[in-house]
């Protein structure tokens, strides 16, 4: 085995060090899950190792190979994910008072961010002569650890909560993995797959748990740190589930800051609905934190969050901060996303967009900053949701009269016949 570059895994609570090299999720010091784990590089070798010239052009995430925690004999199990492109938004931004890009990651080869993590969590399963994957997920991770697994040519099994968007669970089946719907919410499903994990010893991919699945992630940062070098942007924003999304991206920016390859970092803005709000919550230090989600942005309604300590670890850090916005907030935004830049995103895809206008609503964000908002998800992964913000189609019969009923009558180019079909 050759982790040169990976010193140890260590819990974010106690300390305690792990050998990389091992299958192993949390630290058994602590009651069920609590014990994260966090991968320690040494960065003098992946500075030796890193070659890659900083020009902008990323073919994929993998351009940061000598980042990510996978024996150097392992072979990348890799559809392209990462590379997406960060695109100007200037009807939004007019729209929104601020200067506003956008990181879209819902081109990712599954439709989501997901990908980052699961290509390297699928990388090391193979690697690891591992003959079974296993997550549980809303939806998103199913589809992402599914496809990962029939590159690589492993049985995938996935837990998913019964209420989980059909779109989303069409997916997965597709790629060839066994789908169980579970009777009860996400964090039920979340605990089944742990058991199972135990039990069958079964490779678990869950982002929450699985110490490599955030390093995966954090290439997001490292992206964003290349392609904004010469305008590092005032705040970078995300919605939260778990946590370990904006975790991640805060780790890769602030390892090429720490590198010198940047010169400055974002501040992070974690966005998260009303009704899945732990996060923000333990952030502000609310006295009371509901544990029950309630969103129809069903890739973050998470009521038990298990990466808490690093989105908030992130959001300090950063000197960033957490907001939260109402369910019609979402639906607003991805409306609003699709008709000023032609960027369909899901809920929670869209969740920042709603994030930063609250923000610049209270005071926040400052009409002189610059903003990327990162699109974890494609919209046809839940088109229920946003048929709610839309409505329903207008009918018309085939008829000129019909069209000129709905839009006014022509004012020429075409002959009008009076109740004519075309």
């Not at 991968?39 to 994929?60: E, M, P, R, T, W």
């Not at 135990?198 to 290439?219: H, L």
Request: a negative charge; charged letters at 25%; glycine letters at 10%.
């Amino acid at each position: 085995m050759a982790l040169d570059h990976v010193e140890t895994l260590e819990c974010t609570l106690c300390g305690a060090t792990y050998d990389p090299d091992q299958v192993i999720y949390t630290c058994p010091n602590h009651e069920g899950v609590a014990g994260i784990l966090d991968v320690k590089y040494d960065y003098d070798v992946i500075n030796d190792q890193f070659d890659a010239v900083l020009d902008g052009h990323i073919s994929s995430q993998w351009k940061y190979q000598a980042f990510l925690p996978v024996d150097t004999s392992a072979t990348p199990v890799t559809l392209e994910e990462g590379g997406t492109e960060l695109l100007d938004a200037p009807q939004l931004s007019e729209t929104l008072g601020v200067n506003v890009r956008i990181k879209n990651d819902g081109r990712n080869p599954t439709g989501c961010f997901k990908d980052r993590a699961t290509s390297v969590a699928v990388t090391k399963a193979q690697h690891a002569d591992q003959d079974v994957v296993t997550c549980a997920s809303t939806g998103n991770a199913a589809a992402s650890l599914a496809g990962y697994a029939a590159r690589a040519g492993l049985d995938c099994r996935i837990f998913v909560p019964a209420d989980a968007p059909e779109g989303k669970l069409v997916q997965p089946r597709v790629y060839g993995a066994d789908v169980l719907a579970v009777a009860g919410s996400y964090d039920e499903a979340y605990d089944l797959s742990l058991a199972v994990t135990d039990a069958y010893g079964w490779y678990n991919r869950n982002a929450a748990i699985n110490p490599f699945q955030i390093e995966g992630k954090r290439t997001v940062g490292h992206e964003l740190a290349e392609q904004t070098r010469e305008e590092v942007p005032d705040w970078v924003v995300f919605s939260m589930g778990d946590g370990c999304t904006i975790a991640g991206c805060w780790k890769g920016f602030q390892e090429f800051a720490e590198l010198d390859y940047v010169d400055d970092t974002p501040q992070m803005l974690g966005v998260q609905p009303e009704g899945a709000s732990a996060i923000h919550d333990a952030f502000h230090e609310h006295d009371e934190i509901d544990d029950v989600a309630e969103t129809l942005a069903d890739a973050v309604a998470v009521g038990r969050p298990r990466n808490t300590l690093k989105a908030c670890r992130a959001l300090e850090e950063s000197g960033g901060t957490a907001v939260t916005i109402s369910d019609n907030d979402i639906l607003a935004a991805e409306t609003l996303l699709g008709r000023t830049e032609g960027i369909y995103a899901e809920p929670a895809g869209a969740a920042p967009i709603a994030g930063i206008r609250a923000a610049r609503e209270r005071g926040i964000i400052a009409d002189d900053e610059s903003v990327v908002a990162v699109v974890t998800g494609f919209g046809l992964k839940d088109t229920a949701g946003a048929k709610r913000a839309v409505g329903e189609v207008t009918d018309i019969k085939p008829t000129l009269d019909d069209v000129a009923a709905h839009y006014g009558a022509s004012d020429g180019g075409v002959e009008q016949v009076s109740g004519s079909e075309l």
